[in-house]
């Protein structure tokens, strides 16, 4: 009985702990996000060792664009006219981001955020692990770039 006791304890203190996306949160999602790997819910997870594109998003006041963006080797990026207008919306405890283009309209959850760290949820239960983007360094030499 105890041993039952112990574990419910244990794994009430752990649900409790889970981060939760709150609106405050949401400034921590502005700037330049790469995708570390995507976790699919019946295949392995896809590593990624490096991107060609980088995710930009600029939210302010629960709407804003997401944008595609190409990194450069002098720290500027590549950017077109091409951008998804976006909307934060908040349901059921949860964090969605809306995306609406001229073609089509879709939703992700927020399942994490914080300044180094995004993790949005699509529905067909694929996971998007992002990190934030950093300058490239091809120099291998482990000095930082500034």
Known sequence: ????????????ALVSCSQKVVPADLAK???????????????DDKEYRMNEVYDYFKIVKDKGIRKKVMPQLDGTFLVNDVEEKVAVRYED?????DYTTPYMKWSE??????????????????????????????????????
Do not use: P, Q
Request: charged share 30%.
């Open 93 to 97: 405890n949860r964090v969605f981001i």
């Open 29 to 43: 999602i502005n700037g330049y996000w790469e995708v570390e790997k995507v976790v699919f819910d019946s295949i």
């Open 109 to 146: 959850e927020i399942i994490a955020l914080t300044n180094e760290e995004l993790v949005l949820l699509n529905k067909d239960k694929m996971e998007y692990h992002y990190k934030r983007a950093t300058a490239i360094n091809l120099m291998g030499d482990g000095k930082e770039i500034k």
């Open 1 to 12: 009985m105890k041993k039952t006791v112990c574990i419910i304890v244990a794994f009430l």
